[in-house]
């Protein structure tokens, strides 16, 4: 199996930590994402995901008045860019998340969802087969 490279996410939407639940889910509505990086360009605090918004409205706060900082997960799950496939999925499922974010050397590049590594996998069996279409055709 390939390396992850390809599908890492580089233009990643990152918040303030001082902003609403609200805001940071306009700004996931807004751009067709999943999951949102708290922080800044030189440190990573948090993050938040739709699952996180779903717990908050299950507990019946009110995301207008909640800041990110109050519920955003700090246990954040690291891969690489030259993890597998297969490693990325270990550690989704070990650590139960559908999100990774992407440490080069010591520094955030990115991020790669559940969605991205499965769409990674179809472009490997799809591939895989092409060839072995070829082989059989001769």
Not at 108 to 113: A, C, R
Request: proline share 1%.
């Amino acid at each position: 199996m390939a390396d992850i490279s390809l599908k890492v996410e580089r233009k990643v939407a990152i918040v303030d930590e001082n902003q609403t639940v609200l805001e940071a889910a306009a700004v996931m509505v807004e751009r067709y994402i999943g999951s949102i990086v708290i922080g800044d360009h030189s440190a990573v605090r948090g993050i938040f995901t739709e699952r996180d918004l779903m717990r908050l409205v299950a507990h019946q706060k009110n995301p207008a008045q909640t800041k990110l900082k109050d519920v955003m997960r700090t246990d954040l799950v690291r891969a690489n860019p030259t993890d597998s496939v297969e490693q990325c999925l270990n550690l989704m499922r070990t650590h139960r998340c559908r999100h990774l974010l992407i440490y080069e050397s010591g520094k955030f590049i990115g991020i790669v969802s559940l969605r991205d590594l499965a769409s990674q996998m179809l472009e490997e069996k799809e591939s895989l087969i092409r060839e072995l279409t070829k082989y059989i055709a001769g």
